[in-house]
């Protein structure tokens, strides 16, 4: 497995906990993406503490859900889980808690953007105790039931301002505008890089492909976050029918065969 690959666990997405760990041991997986999901249903403490046994890396700890920002009552819950979330990156030794951030509803972007800030300026406040990083990820525009960030240059702004890191969705962002100078400006900001395909007429999603499988000029595109500097992880997030058709273990060893040749190619 090339080292700066990682295999997240959303790519099975019906698999347990336990089935996944046996897939990373039989298929060589040095380098995940947790999810909370999983670990929640396993157990959380236990499951996480079974995790950082395994002695895996942990390039991410995916999976929080969206805040309801137009919803103050429910903030006091949703912080609870953000914060369950940050004890268990704790205990897997995550390198980032990927978040996003919640839809805006009939809120502006700017409002939204206000009353994100203010709902996480606690979390953010014990984040930075416990030395974990928070990265805020776009998301594709037809998600704004999870988010309202649904592009990669307004991701480096909202991150800036608060003092967090950027999840770059590849999937989601490889048709920008100044695209590149926007990875140029913006990677100091990136903790992660998320890698799946896309092929040009799909109509839903998710609906991802293995890298390689569809339309995205990956050289192009990670040959960009690259040359600017990014030194992180490229993680494998396949989700949809396609890979639901194909299996979990075909598609994910082609994933990783198929990221790791491309970096390689391109010198990382």
């Not at 808690?97 to 409002?111: D, F, H, M, R, Y």
């Not at 976050?225 to 993680?235: K, M, T």
């Not at 273990?249 to 970096?263: E, F, K, Q, T």
């Amino acid at each position: 497995m090339h080292p700066r690959v990682s295999l997240s666990e959303l790519c099975s997405w019906n698999w347990t906990l336990d089935e996944d760990l046996a897939f990373y041991e039989q298929a060589g997986i040095t380098t995940i993406g947790a999810s909370l999901v999983k670990l929640e249903a396993a157990g959380w403490k236990q499951a996480a503490y079974r995790v950082r046994d395994t002695g895996l890396r942990v390039a991410n700890l995916i999976g929080v859900g969206p805040f309801r920002l137009a919803d103050r009552a429910r903030w006091d819950e949703q912080r609870d889980r953000v914060r369950r979330a940050l004890a268990i990156a704790e205990i897997v030794d995550a390198e980032c808690l990927v978040l996003t951030t919640g839809p805006a509803g009939a809120l502006t972007w700017e409002q939204a953007a206000d009353e994100y800030e203010e709902a996480m300026d606690p979390i953010l406040a014990e984040a930075k105790r416990t030395g974990v990083a928070i990265a805020v990820e776009h998301t594709n525009s037809l998600r704004v039931d999870v988010g309202f960030l649904h592009n990669l240059h307004d991701a480096v702004d909202l991150a800036r301002r608060l003092g967090v890191g950027v999840c770059m969705e590849t999937n989601a962002c490889w048709a920008e505008r100044n695209l590149a100078e926007t990875i140029a400006a913006g990677v100091d900001t990136f903790r992660l890089v998320q890698v799946s395909d896309f092929a040009v007429g799909t109509l839903s999603t998710p609906n991802r492909l293995v890298p390689g499988d569809g339309d995205i000029p990956f050289s192009r595109v990670l040959g960009n976050v690259l040359d600017a500097g990014y030194q992180g992880v490229f993680d494998l997030e396949l989700i949809g029918p396609k890979i639901e058709e194909e299996g979990y273990a075909s598609a994910c060893r082609r994933a990783v065969d198929n990221l790791g040749a491309m970096l390689e190619s391109l010198g990382a």
